[in-house]
């Protein structure tokens, strides 16, 4: 989806109303819900209402984007995710890990009871419905993709199929709800929008972007200071603003401007797009709450 019609969409509270009856009303509908998040960002990338909304189904928490997440952290978020209740499995649509794990899962624990139930009704036949949540960008129709595979292109290519919410039927035994409506993410919390922002989830004009690279280093240069010495060369130290972690990029990689000048502007374009292409190694920026160790 496009940045800007995100936004657009994000501060609109029509949508927000729409979205939130659509969630409601199609819930009974499906034995779970499946919420998409980031891994690199799993409370910040979530929508806040998402607990409410979906209160009293069983949850799956797909922790998607793994391949550019700390392999450390993203235990401790399943870790965390478990411990309120949901299950939560990591996934890497990049390579496919984890995808083949989601389904066995859903029937395995988070449908176990359901599961049995149906088992003692001799009622096995029954397909598990599971509706799919995430808001934009977390990789929702590529997870949905890697798990339909080419059903779901041929679905997509039947011309006049109302798009107002979508079953995707993986197998006799699954059916997915691709659900329709926009769900936003925590805009009114200044540093989730700024995590958001590194991953590209949400628009680049909430902050300039030699902010946005200034701010990203600033957190780099304390949390995973290798990954600037292994890409840039650079030695943090202790106390270096953004500013001036930035300098140290656009000197090393030699862009300049005439007179001399470090072209900062360049260097924050560099330092965000290898972010987020996964040069800077895998990096999470939150961890879960109350347990850093
Ligand atoms: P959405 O439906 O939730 O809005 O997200 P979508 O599937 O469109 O995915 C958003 C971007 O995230 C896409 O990149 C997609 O390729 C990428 N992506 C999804 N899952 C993963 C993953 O596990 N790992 C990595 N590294 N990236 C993932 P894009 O740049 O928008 O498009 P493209 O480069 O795929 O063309």
Redesign the pocket.
């Known amino acids: 989806?496009d940045n800007t019609e995100m936004k657009q969409i994000q501060w609109f509270p029509g949508h927000m109303a729409k979205t939130r009856r659509l969630i409601t009303a199609n819930l009974k509908l499906v034995d779970a819900v499946a919420e998409?998040v980031d891994a690199r960002a799993p409370l910040s990338s979530r929508n806040p209402e998402m607990d409410r909304l979906t209160s009293g189904k069983p949850r799956i928490v797909l922790l998607?984007?793994?391949?550019?997440a700390d392999e450390k952290a993203t235990q401790k978020w399943i870790n965390y995710f478990r411990s309120k209740g949901a299950e939560a499995v990591a996934?890497?649509?990049?390579s496919g890990k984890g995808i083949k794990n989601i389904l066995p899962s859903v029937r395995g624990n988070v449908l176990r009871e359901l599961m049995e139930k149906r088992e003692r009704s001799g009622m096995t036949g029954a397909a598990v419905r599971l509706m799919i949540v995430?808001i934009?960008?977390?990789?929702?129709?590529?997870i949905i993709n890697r798990l339909a595979g080419s059903k779901r292109a041929k679905a997509e290519d039947r011309p006049g199929v109302t798009r107002t919410k979508q079953w995707v039927k993986l197998d006799d035994r699954t059916e997915l709800l691709d659900m329709p409506g926009v769900l936003w993410p925590k805009f009114e919390d200044q540093q989730a929008a700024i995590r958001l922002a590194f991953t590209g989830a949400i628009s680049d004009d909430i902050l300039d972007t030699e902010t946005l690279a200034m701010k990203l280093l600033s957190f780099l240069a304390e949390e995973y200071p290798q990954s600037l010495k292994d890409r840039y060369k650079i030695e943090p130290d202790a106390g270096d603003t953004g500013l001036e972690l930035l300098e140290k990029v656009g000197r090393k990689r030699g862009m300049m401007i005439s007179g001399g000048e470090i072209n900062t502007e360049r260097a924050a374009i560099t330092v965000i797009d290898e972010f987020r292409s996964?040069k800077l190694g895998r990096i999470t920026l939150e961890l879960p709450p109350g347990k850093e160790e």
């Open positions: 989806m998409i998607n984007k793994s391949d550019l996934v890497d649509c990049k995430g934009p960008n977390v990789g929702k129709s590529t996964g």
